[in-house]
């Protein structure tokens, strides 16, 4: 069974950090390429970053994130993990990691329409 699962979510203060984890079972991750979305209330979710599946490791950050979130992943643990720092008020939103359909791409993308296997979520809060 595909499915992805979401954690370390919380509430923050500005400038603070947290470090969220996408563990992914049902398939490898040197298979599909991971996204990390987030959508806030009453907004579109939005790609925040994306990690290729093999090879030379090659990533896509969100210009809005760019510098202060980091996307890695560890093959061995079936994890992709979401380092973000400095976080700022509106980086308040529901954050999910997804699959991209496309098996082994050599780079990723940020687009949404190309991840068809999505988690729960986790709950990221950042306020004084």
């Known amino acids: 069974q595909l499915q992805l699962v979401e954690s370390g979510g919380g509430s923050v203060q500005p400038g603070g950090s947290l470090r969220l984890s996408c563990v992914a079972s049902g398939f490898t991750l040197d298979s599909y390429a991971i996204g990390w979305f987030r959508q806030a209330p009453g907004k579109e979710r939005e790609g925040v970053s994306c990690?290729?599946?093999?090879?030379?490791?090659?990533?896509h950050t969100a210009d809005s994130v760019k510098g202060r979130f980091t996307i890695s992943k560890d093959n061995a643990k079936n994890t992709v993990y979401l380092q973000m720092n400095r976080l700022k008020p509106e980086d308040t939103a529901v954050y999910y990691c997804a699959r991209d359909w496309r098996p082994s791409p050599h780079v990723c993308t940020i687009i949404k329409g190309s991840y068809t296997v999505w988690g729960q979520g986790t709950q990221v809060t950042v306020s004084s």
């Open positions: 990690i290729n599946s093999r090879g030379i490791t090659m990533t």
